[in-house]
């Protein structure tokens, strides 16, 4: 298991495209986790999956913002109607449910927006 | 309300010397947190995390933290860094799950 992969690394797109990154968790991580960094900020916590089910979405920045995880497996970010402002670098992490303390949160590489 | 501040954005060490890295956080239960390292071009790695007990950490690449209640206080330390260890530290605390507030970072220079 090579880890928690992230297509594509890079993106560019022009202002009013949509765009949709993919996540694809380690196996078995049934736990999928989508944060945004901006330039000189700290991951900020977006929405996350126990298997296909969004568990909580209410901190997704806009009505523009939408994820799926439809079998439970990979994951897909969509932004519409991008914005400059939606530029940043867009991470995933999965894990296995359980204590905290015996589990681990594994990050991919991430997804770099820059909208032109 | 959970929040993380990290008071030093950029921290200059030379090799060999020791390095502390101060984590302030909010939270209105028991606190878990962590420690994250990113290097260029990579993925946030674990350094350490804490949940109870014992209130000194210690993590992967020789890095340990204390947390000390009354302070709010979560600081990471290295005894003796060394030329890989220049990146970017997060402090970050969450409830029981990995829906984390992070700190704005710490970036580390490591000078020859």
Redesign the interface.
């Known amino acids: 298991d090579t880890?928690?992969s992230q297509d594509p690394r890079h993106k560019i797109t022009k202002r009013g495209q949509n765009v949709t990154f993919r996540c694809d968790p380690i196996s078995e991580h049934n736990?999928l986790?989508w944060y945004r960094q901006t330039l000189?900020?700290?991951?900020?916590?977006l929405t996350?999956f126990q298997n296909e089910a969004q568990l909580?979405k209410s901190r997704l920045l806009s009505d523009r913002f939408s994820a799926e995880r439809p079998k439970g497996s990979f994951s897909t970010l969509e932004i519409q109607r991008t914005e400059q402002g939606d530029s940043a670098m867009y991470?995933c992490?999965s894990?296995v449910p359980g204590?905290?303390?015996n589990t681990?949160?594994?990050?991919?590489?991430?997804t770099r927006l820059t909208v032109v | 309300a959970q929040s993380v501040t990290q008071p030093d954005i950029h921290i200059t060490v030379s090799e060999g010397a020791s390095l502390e890295l101060r984590c302030n956080y909010s939270y209105g239960a028991t606190p878990y947190l962590f420690w994250y390292v990113q290097s260029p071009g990579q993925g946030l790695q674990l350094l350490l995390k804490y949940f109870s007990g014992d209130t000194l950490v210690q993590g992967i690449k020789g890095f340990e933290a204390e947390f000390k209640r009354s302070q709010s206080s979560f600081n990471l330390r290295k005894p003796s860094v060394h030329w890989s260890d220049a990146a970017e530290y997060f402090c970050a605390v969450g409830p029981n799950d990995y829906k984390l507030s992070f700190g704005a970072g710490t970036t580390v220079t490591v000078r020859a």
Not at chain 1, 40 to 45: D, M, S, T
Not at chain 1, 104 to 110: D, K, L, S, T
């Open positions: 880890g928690v736990r986790y000189g900020q700290g991951p900020e916590f996350y909580e991470l992490a894990t204590r905290q303390q681990e949160a594994f990050f991919g590489q991430g």
